[in-house]
C-alpha cells in the first residue's frame, strides 16, 4: 500500500535536483529546456512562488507542477508524475491544487500545452474538463 501523497510548493533550492530528475525521466511529454536551469527557475520562483507545486509521497517527490499568472492568462508546465506512480489520481491531485491556486489570484482562463502525439496527456486533461483549441501557437526566443 503506498504512502499518503501530500500536494504542496516546492522547497527551493533543496527540492531542485529531484524535480529536474522527474522531468528527465517522464518521457516526451516533458521536455527539459533553457527554461529549466537553476538561473530561470529562481526567476520563475520570485514571481510565482506558489504555484511551483511537488507532490510528496513519504521522502519523494513523486510528481510537479509548474504554474504561472500573468495578471490575465495563466499557464501550466511540466506536470509530471513518476512512471510506476500514474493512474492513482497524483496527477488529478496536482492539477486540482494548481488550478485552485490559479483561481484563487483570480485567474479566469488557463492554457498548457500538449506535445503532438502525447495522447495520455489529452485524454487525461479532457477528463479534467480541459478542451483543446483550435488556434495556431506562435513562438520567438528573445534571447539568441
Ligand atoms: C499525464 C500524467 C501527469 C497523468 O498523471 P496520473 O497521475 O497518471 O493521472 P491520474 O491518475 O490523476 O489520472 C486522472 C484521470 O486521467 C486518466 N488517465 C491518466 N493517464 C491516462 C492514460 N495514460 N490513458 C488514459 N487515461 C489516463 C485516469 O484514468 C484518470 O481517469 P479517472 O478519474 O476516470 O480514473 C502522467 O501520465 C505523466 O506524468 N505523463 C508523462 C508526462 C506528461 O506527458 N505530462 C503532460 C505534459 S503536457
Redesign the pocket.
Known amino acids: 500500500m503506498n504512502q499518503p501523497v501530500i500536494v504542496r510548493a516546492i522547497r527551493y533550492p533543496e527540492e531542485y535536483a529531484a524535480v529536474l530528475t522527474l522531468w528527465q525521466n ?5 521536455h527539459v529546456g533553457m527554461s529549466d536551469t537553476p538561473e530561470e527557475i529562481e526567476k520563475k520562483l520570485a514571481r510565482d512562488p506558489d504555484l511551483f507545486l511537488v507532490a510528496e509521497m513519504g521522502d519523494d517527490i513523486v ?1 510537479s ?1 509548474l504554474g504561472g499568472f500573468d495578471g490575465r492568462r495563466g499557464l ?8 510506476d ?11 486540482a491544487e494548481v488550478e485552485g491556486r490559479l483561481r484563487e489570484k483570480g485567474c479566469r482562463k488557463v492554457y ?4 503532438r502525439g ?4 489529452m ?3 479532457e ?2 474538463g480541459w478542451q483543446e483549441m483550435d488556434i495556431h501557437l506562435f513562438g520567438k526566443n528573445l534571447q539568441d
Open positions: 517522464a518521457g516526451e511529454g516533458v510528481g507542477v501550466i508546465y511540466h506536470l509530471a508524475v513518476r512512471a506512480l500514474r493512474q492513482q489520481g497524483i496527477g488529478d491531485s496536482l492539477m498548457l500545452l500538449v506535445t502525447n495522447t495520455p496527456a485524454v487525461f486533461y477528463k479534467r
